[in-house]
């Protein structure tokens, strides 16, 4: 079993920087892939940006250049550089087996196993 726990968000302005990080704890031979979704109200889990056992990542479209993700071994971090207000959602750790997660490609949510209670982020203008 692997238990994952987000931590950072919060409330920003537009523009400003906010941090999101998830520890993983439990069975870490089972964690290949790595990576950050999010939900907005109404709307459907996006995959937001992965990263793989290697350190390769991955990045939607639609935060590709303002978000940045790392990994250091059980840690992952997101870096929301420059959020807008459409980046307001609850924002969820996954973990997933051996998932090609790198490269532009972004599992669906239905290929990882393990996720994380998520962590809100609220962007205003």
């Known amino acids: 079993q692997v238990q994952l726990v987000e931590s950072g968000g919060g409330s920003v302005q537009s523009g400003k920087r906010l941090t999101l990080t998830c520890t993983s704890s439990?069975?870490?031979?089972?964690?290949?892939?790595m990576s950050w979704f999010r939900q907005a109200p109404g709307k459907e889990r996006e995959a937001v940006a992965s990263?793989?056992?290697?350190?390769g990542t991955s990045y939607a479209d639609s935060v590709q250049g303002r978000f940045g993700v790392s990994r250091d071994k059980n840690i992952l971090t997101l870096y929301l550089n420059t959020p807008r207000p459409q980046d307001t959602a609850m924002y969820y750790c996954?973990?997933?087996?051996?998932?090609?997660?790198?490269?532009?490609?972004?599992?669906?949510?239905?290929?990882?196993?393990?996720w994380g209670q998520g962590t809100q982020v609220t962007v205003s203008s």
């Open positions: 439990g069975s870490q031979s089972s964690v290949y892939c």
């Open positions: 996954a973990a997933a087996g051996p998932t090609y997660c790198s490269g532009g490609h972004l599992p669906g949510a239905s290929e990882y196993k393990y």
């Open positions: 990263v793989d056992e290697h350190g």
